[in-house]
């Protein structure tokens, strides 16, 4: 059974860091287009970064220079360095598989709130 499951969410200070991480199981995120997105309070959810089968990424503007997705294939998990968190970075964030529209897969998401 294909399952996502995120984690490193959390509490942190403007212009701090958190890593946030995404295990999978039953699925290969190596064959995956897998990404990042988030909904903050009232918003729609939005894509954050990308990284598809060939490891090329892909990030959304305003996280261009302080987030950086990664993908270990040996431990089978995903990953998003956020640096230099801004209080516009707090939201739901969610991890997402992508083999076709058939097998597309999320994590229940992890909450990030940036405040001080």
């Known amino acids: 059974q294909a399952q996502l499951v995120e984690s490193g969410g959390g509490l942190v200070q403007p212009g701090g860091s958190l890593r946030l991480s995404c295990a999978a199981s039953g699925i290969n995120l190596r064959l995956a287009t897998v990404a990042w997105y988030r909904q903050a309070p009232g918003k729609q959810r939005e894509s954050v970064a990308t990284i598809y089968t060939d490891s090329s990424t892909d990030y959304a503007e305003p996280v261009k220079g302080r987030f950086a997705i990664s993908r270990d294939n040996a431990l089978n998990t995903l990953y998003l360095q956020m640096d230099n968190l801004k209080l516009e970075d707090t939201a739901v964030y969610f991890c997402?598989?992508?083999?076709?529209?058939?097998?597309?897969?999320w994590g229940p998401g992890t909450q990030v709130t940036v405040s001080s």
């Open positions: 997402k598989a992508y083999y076709d529209v058939d097998h597309t897969y």
